[in-house]
């Protein structure tokens, strides 16, 4: 159980950072005026979230559901559980709309600014320290 855990915590520390760079990216994006650089901000983009983020959400939501079903009365009976995979939800919406704006940059068709973009970019963090406060206080 050790090793499926220490994976599961590898995986979402390598889901969370390309959930903190890729918002960052498009702030970047946003803000380009040159085509030679927003095509570069699109490879990158695709990069990470085809290739780190997503994979690293599969393995995330993977393990994580291999831990649960280790002990499943224990887990879903409590209500830190709950209120984690509640956040892991929203976090899981959160990835997939970073994928939507990942095609809607690729097709050139961003209307938002680069500010808006800077706020976006901080909802992550926000989901990560409640994540780590319920996993590691508990405290319902």
Known sequence: MLWVKAFHVIAMVCWFAGLFYLPRLFVYHAACTDQPGRERFKIMERKLYRGITTPSMVATVALGLWLIGYNPDYYL????????????????????????????????????????????????????????????????
């Open 77 to 140: 009976s409590q209500g830190w559980m709950h209120a984690k995979l509640t956040l892991v939800v929203a976090l899981l919406a959160y990835h997939f709309y970073c994928g939507h704006l990942v095609r809607v940059f690729r097709d050139d068709r961003n209307q938002r600014s680069h500010v808006f973009f800077r706020w976006f970019n901080e909802l992550p963090v926000l989901v990560l320290v409640a994540v780590v406060i319920l996993v590691i206080v508990k405290p319902f």
